[in-house]
């Protein structure tokens, strides 16, 4: 009798499925592009012409969702998840003064599932459309056994450019220049294992509604990560340095960009909390000083002008707010939050 014949398919990786959505993913990405592509996306690498620069300087960054993603497994809602990875690559290259270029994307799966593929695609497109940015390639990969069902990776590779004698990199920040903070609109990407920890895994508990949010609280925490891209563009030769509050909060990132010598002072009463800060603090019982050490807070970049300029981006940015200023370095702290 013979041996039965083993299959890739009977190992859990079925190549046929997999190629019919990629041919749909190809399809979508398509349509990002706002400049010359050079070759098809079914190419080894993906192929990019560079054009409208004198001294063009390459930005590039990698990044994920973090446990954002278990959120959106455990609701099974993927349509906001891939905005969620573009705008957050676009936010840190966006902090050299840089414009998206294009974006890859690595998607890792259990088994392809097309409607979740898609809806992650979905979402990507979308993100990448506002900000003209092309989705020259990808992987997608189904690893059967090394992730568990239903549950997927997720990471993204941009890369941008800006004139070499554009670039934004704080070197020229002094004392009493003004920060002025932009709103974000929830926790973006960061601090979900916390917040999973403080109200559990399960799917019920995320479809709670709380009065103080106005939504469930899988809505409040799959709200996108904002992209600041289309409002900055226009006063990025005004800006001396931005930075992008992501993982660490105001007091991880804000240093990033200050000189040698310089501190912050922000004033914590400056701008609006959101009700999702005040009620993971209060679920947890969290420390002041933790909260800003893991959450944006409500802010979710920051940027640093001249005196004389700060009037025409708090008046041009949308949600822009004062909320300090640079000072001389006194002892070892370099971001000083007045009230925490």
Known sequence: MDAKRETYRDAGVDIDAADKIIKSVRKQARSTFTTEVLGDLGFFGGLFELKGYEEPVIVSSTDGVGTKLKIA???????????????????????????????????????????????????????????????????????????????????????????????????????????????????????????????????????VFYPELGCTLGEELLKPHHCYYPALKPFLPEIKGMAHITGGGIPGNLPRILPQGLASKINRGAWVDLPIFSLIQKQGNIDEQEMYRVFNMGVGMIIITAPSNATRLLHGIPGATLIGEVMEQKGESRVIIQGV
Not at 77 to 92: E, F, M, Q, R, S
Not at 150 to 179: C, M, Q
């Open 73 to 207: 497994c455990a609701l099974d809602k993927h349509d906001t998840i891939g905005a969620d990875l573009v705008n957050h690559c676009v936010n840190d290259i966006l902090t050299c003064g840089a414009s998206p270029l294009f974006f890859q994307d690595y998607i890792a799966m259990s088994k392809l599932v097309p409607q979740t593929l898609e809806s992650i695609i979905k979402g990507m497109v979308h993100a990448l459309t506002g900000v003209g940015c092309a989705l020259i390639g990808g992987e997608t990969a189904e690893m059967p056994g090394l992730y568990h069902e239903d549950e997927y990776d997720l990471v993204g590779f941009i890369v941008g450019a800006a004139e070499k004698s554009s670039i934004i990199n704080g070197s020229s920040i002094t004392a009493s220049d003004p920060i002025i903070g932009l709103p974000s609109s929830g926790l973006h990407t960061n601090g979900y294992s916390l917040v999973r920890k403080i109200f559990n895994v399960e799917r019920s508990e995320f479809n």
